[in-house]
Nanobody, 120 residues
Framework: QVQLLESGGGLVQTGGSLRLSCTASGTFVSITHMGWYRQAPGNQRELVAQLSQSSGTIYADSVKGRFTVSRDNAKNAVYLQMGSLALEDTAVYYC??????????????WGQGTQVTVSA
């Protein structure tokens, strides 16, 4: 059983910053990739940023230059440093990890989500 625990969401004014954290716990071989998605009301869940062993770092165009994703492999953690926040960044942010288990099978796990609200 793998769990992803997120923290760091909250309320911030436009132009402000927030840092999200996500830590994976449980029994597994390794983490193939780890990153962040978000879902605003009425919208589909979308990729924000992801770190992958094979693909490197991926950012949504809307956050390039403002957000930075990083990992701490020793802690099985991924972070999202968000800056120059805008109203349209308001959403529930989800951590996602693709986990490699013994026996070479992989599975995508999601965190419970953390609310980020940007106010004018």
């Amino acid at each position: 059983q793998v769990q992803l625990l997120e923290s760091g969401g909250g309320l911030v004014q436009t132009g402000g910053s927030l840092r999200l954290s996500c830590t994976a716990s449980g029994t597994f071989v390794s983490i193939t990739h780890m990153g962040w998605y978000r879902q605003a009301p009425g919208n589909q869940r979308e990729l924000v940023a992801q770190l992958s062993q094979s693909s490197g770092t991926i950012y949504a165009d809307s956050v390039k230059g403002r957000f930075t994703v990083s990992r701490d492999n020793a802690k099985n953690a991924v972070y999202l440093q968000m800056g120059s926040l805008a109203l349209e960044d308001t959403a529930v942010y989800y951590c996602k990890a693709r986990i490699l288990h013994a026996g070479a099978w992989q599975y995508d796990y999601w965190g419970q989500g953390t609310q980020v609200t940007v106010s004018a």
